[in-house]
């Protein structure tokens, strides 16, 4: 009687998932959402989605993509309305990007970000960004480039094709860790539709919620050298009035915290570099290379500096200072207590170390 029992059981549980399985033909799939803050007292969400259409073959004259926005009061009733506009079931399994508009960004992100995270269906590798002037003038824009469904916006995100060490990629599961762990906090690379490219060349600084600052091309390129010890970048300086260009093609760095002076806490940023000349007009090899490791030493130096005081002074911190304070401590919750003390007053002692191995194919 019991293994009857458990055959109706088993047989009834298959039945219903059997129902709850939709046929591939029968969804349509989420590659992109983008979140605004429209202009709908009542309804203050603006929820764009970005469709991949099926295609028997790869052609980019094709728009193989479809675009919907619905204004609510909540996300949830936005994608709701949207629902109603479709045939299909939406599936989120291939969604890619994630585009926070700006003004929403600089009110609040707590509503869009909760929305997300709730969804068990949503993947958290995916890309997350600021959209500027919105999210969806952004995903509305389809570059000449992009062959698959939204590609080019996933490629440029999350460095998979071209590499800048302009940008900042940074991916949800990162993103939503940072808006809840003490000592750390979040950032988003900023992206702008310009003509028929996406230009990402910023980042922009956030608290626990919204916008603290966005930081200019340089500032972003001194700032992901800090967080990730992105090797590839230039360093442009001034030798004998002329440019001088120095590619950097390795980088380390290293952080310490000094509270043995209470009055005085000291931050110590070390930076090593090695890199070759890249542009320069005169011939350089047989002349004294020291000077030149000085001049490039002095300008990064005073360009992290300008950048950790602008980050102090905003009150964040999101290379995570706070949370290795909080990893070489062992006083429990009174570790957080101390640091929101010793952040403001802190002071930064930063060097950095250049080695050029070389002047390139010329001497």
């Known amino acids: 009687m019991k293994t009857i029992f458990l055959l109706l059981l088993c047989f009834t549980v298959a039945i219903q998932s059997g129902c709850a399985f939709k046929d591939i033909d029968k969804r349509i799939f989420v590659i992109a959402i983008g979140v605004d803050k429209s202009d709908d007292v ?134 939503y860790r940072r808006t809840t762990e003490k000592g750390m906090d979040p950032y988003l690379p900023v992206i702008e539709a310009e003509k028929e490219v996406y230009k990402i060349d910023t980042a922009a600084l956030l608290d626990k919620q919204k916008i603290k600052t966005i930081l200019t091309p340089e500032e972003t390129r001194v700032f992901k050298e800090l967080l990730k010890s992105y090797p590839h970048f230039e360093i442009t300086t001034k030798m004998v ?56 030493e002095q300008e990064e130096k005073t360009k992290i500096s300008s950048l950790l005081k602008k980050l102090q002074t905003n009150g964040i911190d999101p290379l995570g200072f706070g949370l290795l304070y909080r990893a070489t401590r062992h006083e429990g919750d009174k570790e957080w207590e101390q640091w929101q003390t010793i952040y403001p007053e802190a002071v930064f002692d930063v060097h950095v170390k250049v080695s050029m191995q070389g002047t390139g194919a010329i001497k």
Not at 44 to 65: E, F, G
Request: hydrophobic share 35%.
């Open 241 to 296: 009035d002329q440019p001088f260009v120095l590619a950097i093609e390795q980088l380390k760095r290293r952080y310490t915290i000094d509270t043995n002076n209470k009055n005085k806490p000291v931050i110590h940023v070390s930076v090593q570099m090695r890199g070759i000349v890249e542009e320069f007009v005169n011939l350089l090899y047989e002349d004294n290379w020291d000077e030149f490791e000085k001049n490039v």
């Open 42 to 175: 009542n309804n203050p969400y603006r929820v764009t989605l970005k469709l991949a259409l099926p295609a028997q073959k790869i052609d980019p004259s094709v728009n193989n993509t479809q675009i919907i926005s619905e204004n609510s009061e909540t996300i949830t009733g936005a994608i709701g309305r949207i629902t109603t506009k479709i045939s299909k079931d939406l599936n989120y399994g291939l969604l890619e990007v994630c585009i926070l508009g700006e003004s929403l960004a600089h009110e609040s992100i707590k509503e869009p970000l909760s929305w997300l995270s709730r969804r068990f269906d949503i993947p958290m590798e995916g890309m997350v960004a600021l959209g500027k002037p919105n999210a969806e003038t952004v995903l509305k824009m389809k570059p000449k480039s992009e062959n698959f469904s939204g590609n080019a916006l996933f490629l440029s995100l999350s460095e998979s094709g071209s590499i800048s060490s302009f940008t900042v990629p940074e991916q949800f599961y990162d993103f």
